[in-house]
């Protein structure tokens, strides 16, 4: 049986493995790499995740929003506008610390992975 820090280890594993694949220029959710990952109630431990994903340089955390296309987890980066800079330069607009069109640009792993 796993311990639970190792439950937690492979889980976040597996959620860096899905944001790795989330193409430039594109975004999802929190609770959209949950469901995927076939944990649909599992939204904040994505975003625990993605906090501590910032050690790695291959996860591109600026793409996970929550649902709505806040940019909720733009603190856990290395400066408070950081994530915003990085969602630009992808040629996102955002207005009030959240994503315009974000259904347009919304990048959904269950229609483009395979389980």
Request: charge should be neutral; avoid cysteine; charged fraction near 25%.
């Given at each position: 049986?796993?311990?639970?820090?190792?439950?937690?280890?492979?889980?976040?594993?597996?959620?860096?493995?899905?944001?790795?694949?989330?193409?430039?220029?594109?975004?999802?959710?929190?609770?959209?790499?949950?469901?995927?990952?076939?944990?649909?109630?599992?939204?904040?431990?994505?975003?625990?995740?993605?906090?501590?994903?910032?050690?790695?340089?291959?996860i591109p955390a600026?793409?996970?929003?929550?649902?709505?296309?806040?940019?909720?987890?733009?603190?856990?980066?290395?400066?408070?506008?950081?994530?915003?800079?990085?969602?630009?330069?992808?040629?996102?607009?955002?207005?009030?610390?959240?994503?315009?069109?974000?259904?347009?640009?919304?990048?959904?792993?269950?229609?483009?992975?395979?389980r």
């Amino acid at each position: 049986m796993l311990s639970l820090n190792k439950e937690k280890s492979d889980f976040f594993e597996m959620v860096f493995a899905v944001v790795r694949l989330i193409p430039r220029g594109k975004v999802t959710s929190y609770g959209a790499i949950a469901s995927y990952l076939a944990s649909p109630r599992s939204s904040r431990l994505v975003g625990w995740a993605m906090n501590a994903s910032h050690k790695y340089s291959d996860i591109p955390a600026h793409r996970v929003l929550n649902r709505n296309g806040l940019l909720t987890g733009k603190m856990h980066f290395e400066s408070p506008t950081k994530m915003e800079e990085l969602l630009i330069e992808e040629g996102h607009i955002i207005q009030n610390n959240q994503l315009l069109n974000f259904e347009q640009h919304f990048w959904d792993p269950k229609e483009y992975l395979e389980r």
